[in-house]
């Protein structure tokens, strides 16, 4: 048997990048959570973005359905971001387009590029953690619920993954969050 | 059980005003598995964690990878040891690793995985003590490692690399399945003093976090100017091309006209002109390595960024380098201290010094890290040579 992490990596990624890898040229946004990248030879393809819960943790019966849905879009494959995002790269835009819309339909926003907010993580809280001093994920949950309009439709001045003064203004006006 | 505690029925309002909301929710997730929700609920009535760490158990074969974790209200809920799984490189996942995991989560765990942890390993909560071993022999019959845990090299973290990114002056996925061909032993065994994270990223943007968050970071780079490709900077336009000579903070981009020329020795590698030609600079063609050392954030003095340590010509030299830093470090290093506190406290020079010593058993403080280390003829010359002309001597 294999010791260490399963290698290598070339068996797990979409068999349709094999040959650009190392290859590419240009990248451009489509939209706030779709990426379109371009190799030396022309071959394009597609990225689509998605956040996720708060502290990453998905129940199986939901995971079940992303794992469905990366073999059905993404060539049986995806990466989880180190921001706690998830990725799934398709061959052409309408497989993206219906990749954003069934990704929604499941409850998880298309977006966090460009001039959007970019991601939302936590470490684990009261969840899991031994030595929590207070909650994380229920502190980004009700920052998620006020803010994360802002991932996808709305757009920020600059790049963040943190937040901007004028949004948090804006969004202490419009709703306060529920925080026990 | 008849009537619930009190601060179960206060944490079931506070849970059910956090299911409110258009983000995705870690509660109603949470709800769909056996997670002992009331115990969360239970802690936020309360203010305080009712996790604690819960000691260590033996497992063959699985020296790290398991963190132990007891309630201290085990009248409220069961407790919640998790197992850390190593996932491929570049966070690649296929869906039948995904559906295997769901599969070792429902039949092991409470039905919940957590992908991905933010040290980017995939965790599967809710294991009991007495399932944890027939759990880890199912994960590696299935050819998954768990890991990441103690006195070891962390999961080895990347940022995408060539397998998605233009900029990749490293192949990040390839460098981290060598790394571990490599440094298995090292990974999976607690052997240093405190643990070491090695992260790698493919260029100097830093997207895997090398230079600030790593002990030992790998990053690739290029010497001298970036490239220009005159083609594609006919695209840009006036204001576009102004912008980029704009914002270099060295002043090193100059502009003749519609061409532009880069001073090579004023870069300093910040990648913005890079970032904002859309594609018509791109990072120089002969590339070289960097190793930084020392980089954390928590720790006994306090987060420090990684210094640069050598320059290389192969990603092959860095492999070999990270063997004599650990050597070091295991030597020098006092219990519990981080190579970065470590450089602190006997300094960089030094700590140079160290690296160029012969490695032999003679000259070891402690036997046991180097008794089985055998130099022949060849490599009694080569090593200090390499070692020192990485570290800028001579």
Known sequence: MQEGPPRPYTNFIPSFIKDSVGKWRTHKIVEPGIVEHVDINGNKIYTVRAGSTPNGRYSTETMRKISALARKYSGGSMRFTGAVNMEFIVKDMKDAIALKTELEDLGFPVGGWDGHLWSLTSCAGYFHCALAATDAPSIIQNIGNALGKYFNKEELRQNSQLLHPDVLARAETASSPTFP | ?394
């Open chain 2, 1 to 394: 059980m008849s009537n619930p505690p009190e601060e179960v029925v206060k944490g079931r309002k506070i849970l059910d005003d956090l299911k409110k909301g258009d983000w995705p929710n870690f509660v109603k997730e949470a709800q769909k598995t056996r997670y002992p929700v009331d115990l969360y609920g239970a802690s936020l009535a309360l203010k305080r964690d009712l996790f604690t760490t819960g000691g260590y158990v033996s497992v063959p074969g699985a020296p790290t990878g398991i963190l132990m974790r007891v309630t201290s209200r085990p009248d409220i809920g069961e407790s919640a040891n998790i197992v850390r799984v190593l996932i491929p490189s570049g966070n690649f996942v296929t869906s039948e690793m995904l559906d295997k995991l769901c599969d070792l989560a429902d039949k092991y765990g409470v039905g919940m995985v957590h992908a991905i942890s933010t040290g980017e390993d995939i965790e599967i909560p809710g294991i009991p003590k007495e399932k944890i071993r027939d759990f880890i022999a199912e994960l590696r019959q299935n050819g998954y490692e768990c890991g990441s845990t103690g006195d070891a090299f962390r999961a080895v973290t990347t940022c995408v690399g060539s397998a998605l990114c233009e900029y990749s002056n490293l192949n990040t996925e390839e460098f981290r399945d060598k790394f571990y061909d490599m440094y298995n032993d090292f990974a999976k065994y607690p052997t240093f003093p405190h643990k070491v994270k090695v992260k790698v990223s493919g260029c100097p943007i830093d997207c895997g976090r090398a230079t600030q968050k790593a002990d030992i970071g790998i990053v690739g780079s290029w010497k001298g100017a970036p490239e220009v490709d005159e083609k594609l900077l006919k695209n840009l336009n006036n204001e576009e091309i102004d912008g980029i000579v704009n914002s270099c903070p060295t002043g090193a981009i100059k502009r003749n006209g519609s061409s532009i020329s880069i001073k090579g020795e004023d870069c300093t590698q910040c990648m913005i002109c890079v970032r904002k030609s859309k594609g018509a600079i791109m990072p120089g063609k002969e590339k070289q390595f960097l190793i930084y050392v020392g980089g954390k954030l928590r720790g006994k003095k306090g987060p420090l960024t990684g210094k640069l340590f050598a320059r290389l010509n192969s990603p092959e030299e860095a492999l070999d380098i990270i063997n004599r830093i650990v050597e070091v470090y295991i030597e020098q290093a006092a219990r519990k201290e981080r190579i970065g506190d470590m450089l602190l406290r006997v300094g960089m020079k030094s700590f140079m010094d160290m690296m160029k010593e012969v490695p032999s058993s003679m000259n070891s403080k402690d036997l046991r890290t180097n008794v089985f280390y055998a130099v022949n003829e060849k490599d009694r010359e080569e090593i200090p040579r390499k070692v020192s002309k990485a570290v800028g001597g001579d």
